[in-house]
Structure formats: C-alpha cells, structure tokens
Nanobody, 122 residues
Framework: VQLQASGGGLVQSGGSLSLSCAAS????????MGWYRQAPGKERELCAQITSGGTAHYSDSVKGRFTISRDNAKNAVYLQMNKLKPEDTAVYYC?????????????????WGQGTLVTVSS
C-alpha cells in the first residue's frame, strides 16, 4: 500500500491551498484517514482526521480554517486550507489506517504519505 500526497507549495498569509492524498495497492478497506504536519524543530502533530463515515475532527489550531474530506471510491483524502498563517508552515503528511489481506487474515496497518511542504509567507 502506498499513499501519494500532492498539492503543497508557497502561498501568502491569508491565502489558500488544497492538499490531496490517494492510497493505492491491495486495499480491502480504509478506516480513519488524516493529515498531520511537522514544522521545523517541532514534533509531528495532528491537523485533522476523518472517519470512513465522514465524521471529521480538527485540532484547535486549524479548526474553522481547514476542511478535511474524503472520497472512499478513490481511496483519497483531501485538506482544504484557508486563511493560512505563517505558523501553518510545515511538511504535511497524510495518514491512513488500511485493512489488507494477510495469510493470517485481515490486518489493519498504519500508512504514511511522503510529505508535502507548505510554506506560508508573511
């Protein structure tokens, strides 16, 4: 299973960016999907997470500005980022809990995308 993220870039403060992430491979189903970010010198933190049923949760730092969504048919998750601030500058990673078939049965594994850089200038 691979997660391919795209959509990062440079934007001015107050601007918007949209991130996409698609999972591929031998996937039986995908449970929660999410977006994390890691700023220079800081630990990776959760931005937003969405269940397979579409229930979304946000960190306080992005609530009201970011919107997470998913397309189950495409095994994809998206992050619409509005009103961006310089402190949103980070490498953004998508994450998914994916059910795969193994000889022992169905296994739920945690997968990460490669990361995409978002830079917000002041």
């Amino acid at each position: 299973v691979q997660l391919q993220a795209s959509g990062g870039g440079l934007v001015q403060s107050g601007g918007s960016l949209s991130l996409s992430c698609a999972a591929s491979g031998s996937i039986l189903s995908i449970n929660d999907m999410g977006w994390y970010r890691q700023a220079p010198g800081k630990e990776r933190e959760l931005c937003a997470q969405i269940t397979s049923g579409g229930t979304a949760h946000y960190s306080d730092s992005v609530k009201g500005r970011f919107t997470i969504s998913r397309d189950n048919a495409k095994n994809a998750v998206y992050l619409q980022m509005n009103k961006l601030k310089p402190e949103d500058t980070a490498v953004y990673y998508c994450n998914a809990f994916v059910a795969i078939a193994q000889p022992i049965g169905t296994v739920l594994n945690d997968y990460w995308g490669q990361g995409t850089l978002v830079t917000v200038s002041s």
